[in-house]
């Protein structure tokens, strides 16, 4: 943030905005950083309310 506010001689209007188009860019970079190697299996699921739980497999929620 510093070389951007150096380089917008402390305009802080021009600053935020430069920072916003680099915002994008910059976490998808990020993501794909930290995504190597990783998996997308989950092994954990939050508990499911009963009003949510299909009373056979075919048949419908208590929503439905």
């Known amino acids: 943030m510093r070389d951007v506010l150096?380089?917008?001689q402390g305009d802080v209007e021009a600053?935020?905005?430069?920072l916003v188009k680099r915002a994008i860019?910059?976490?998808?970079a990020l993501f794909e950083r930290s995504r190597v190697?990783?998996?997308?299996a989950h092994s954990k699921f939050p508990p499911t309310d009963d009003i949510l739980r299909k009373k056979s497999q075919k048949g419908a929620d208590e929503i439905w």
Request: hydrophobic share 25%.
């Open 6 to 8: 150096s380089e917008h």
């Open 15 to 18: 600053v935020q905005v430069e």
């Open 25 to 28: 860019p910059d976490v998808m």
């Open 37 to 40: 190697g990783g998996r997308y």
